[in-house]
Nanobody
Framework: QVRVSESGGGLVQPGGSLRLSCAAS????????VAWYRQVPGSQRELVAR???????EYSVSVQGRFTISRDNYNDMIYLQMNSLKPEDTAVYYC????????WGKGTQVTVSS
């Protein structure tokens, strides 16, 4: 059974950094795409970053150049390094393995505020 769990969220000032972690146990991570999504109340969940098994990545325009997705297939971990954070990055961040019909964590709150 695949279990996905995020950690690393919190409160940070504008311009600061956070690193989100996602443990994806039992996932055979190396064969799946992995992604980070985020959602604010009243809005749809949006894709932040995706990493494909071939090593290619894609980012939303709003985070391009500030966020970096990475994975550690050996340890079944996925990361999201977030730099130069803005108040509009405030959201619940979700980790996803194997696409929309795959596996999801429960999310971790990121709040960017002074």
């Amino acid at each position: 059974q695949v279990r996905v769990s995020e950690s690393g969220g919190g409160l940070v000032q504008p311009g600061g950094s956070l690193r989100l972690s996602c443990a994806a146990s039992g996932s055979l991570l190396h064969i799946h795409s992995v992604a980070w999504y985020r959602q604010v109340p009243g809005s749809q969940r949006e894709l932040v970053a995706r990493d494909l098994p071939d090593g290619s990545t894609e980012y939303s325009v709003s985070v391009q150049g500030r966020f970096t997705i990475s994975r550690d297939n050996y340890n079944d971990m996925i990361y999201l390094q977030m730099n130069s954070l803005k108040p509009e990055d405030t959201a619940v961040y979700y980790c996803n393995v194997a696409g929309d019909s795959g596996y999801w964590g429960k999310g971790t709150q990121v709040t960017v505020s002074s």
